[in-house]
């Protein structure tokens, strides 16, 4: 059995510790549409939620298979602070592992919090929606959240924390994106976007940005040259984990399910033909990429083009694949 499972592994594992949030954003439903790229989602669930032990079991088989990364992900995950406490700690009993979580960072405004993060080495992706109370109250229905996360921002600049800032641009933030570097110069800034698929939220200003691959374009090499061509840069040694404990390759990959942990472990998974073929669902395989010269040093979301184009082969968000810009929409 051991030498069995050194032929498998797994290299990243999302942990859903949630699907509810202390926010209710505009965007955001307790449905299964997807419009983004990796971040919060109040997905729908239709089983009751895993409970400690079970995260537990879970981690002890991604362990076994080598994993160190370890994202956990919501909803909002500080939503249930003692239970994600527990989960993170239950992790850090093994060295070198490598946490993240996802949070829009307005439950992070305490100090016991902030010291949690510090002493277990989390990094934290912080999603932003704006850079003032206005467009916060438009967007969630709530005031005062950008002073509250502003505040946060700064107790992790000050306390040596890794962190990264996702500003989410959407129709209500649009004119926001060019002073936003500015006001958080101390910080590692990302952008990304609502994307047009079955919304109105999406940014009509930004829309040749969604298109474009060139922003997302990796310095070609030898051994991303060998993972391009023979696997899928995301499902590639990577698994899901959701909160009522169903697996996907990715977790916003919803429509692509390969069981649940209350039957299958991650290993069982692994194994199977279907998440092997997910696996391998390289640069050759994908609509328009196979012909493409820069498809070695080019990533995308195969979740964000199946649900624009129906097929996990698609591509939709492509500029190259645009006779000219008077076809975005």
């Known amino acids: 059995m051991n030498k069995v499972l050194k032929r498998i592994s797994l ?23 997807l419009y983004r790229k990796t971040g919060c989602k109040r997905w729908e669930s239709k089983l009751s939620p895993l409970r400690e032990n079970e995260w537990e079991k879970i981690i002890d088989e991604a362990i076994k298979l080598n994993c160190n990364n370890f994202i956990i992900i919501g909803g909002e995950p500080f939503f249930y ?13 093994n060295e070198n592992k490598k946490i993240t979580i996802f949070t829009n960072g307005v439950l992070l ?24 109370n206005f467009t916060y109250e438009k967007i969630c229905k709530v005031k005062g959240i950008f002073d509250v996360v502003y505040s946060v921002i700064n107790k992790l600049i000050e306390n040596n924390i890794s962190h990264n800032i996702l500003f989410l641009v959407n129709k209500f933030n649009e004119n ?40 997302n374009f990796i310095k070609p090499s030898l051994p991303l040259f060998e993972k391009l061509s023979n696997y899928n840069c995301c499902y590639k040694n990577t698994l899901a984990v959701s909160c009522d404990g169903s697996i996907y390759p990715c977790i916003m990959s ?5 069981g649940n942990v209350k039957d299958l472990s991650l290993y069982e998974v692994l194994s199977t033909d279907q998440a092997q073929e997910y696996a391998k669902l390289c640069k050759e395989k994908i609509d328009g990429c196979s012909s493409c010269n820069r498809k070695y040093g080019c990533l995308d979301c195969r979740a964000l083009e199946m649900s624009a184009t129906g097929s996990i082969l698609g591509m939709e968000f492509c500029s190259f694949l645009k006779e000219s810009t008077d076809e975005l929409l």
Not at 109 to 131: G, P, V
Request: glycine letters at 0%.
């Open 81 to 93: 602070y003692d239970k994600l406490k527990k989960i993170v700690k239950y992790i850090n009993k």
């Open 176 to 215: 926001e994106v060019e002073r936003i570097s500015c006001t958080f110069k101390k910080s590692n800034i990302k952008f990304e976007y609502i994307y047009p698929i079955k919304n109105d939220f999406y940014s009509h200003k930004y829309i040749k940005q969604m298109y474009d691959k060139s922003k």
């Open 254 to 258: 919803r429509k692509l399910y390969l």
């Open 11 to 33: 290299d990243n594992l999302f942990i859903e510790l949630t699907n509810e949030c202390n926010l209710n954003c505009e965007f955001c439903n307790y449905d299964n549409v």
């Open 109 to 132: 405004n305490n100090d016991e919090i902030i010291k949690f993060i510090r002493k277990n080495n989390i990094n934290i992706c912080l999603q932003l929606l704006s850079d003032n």
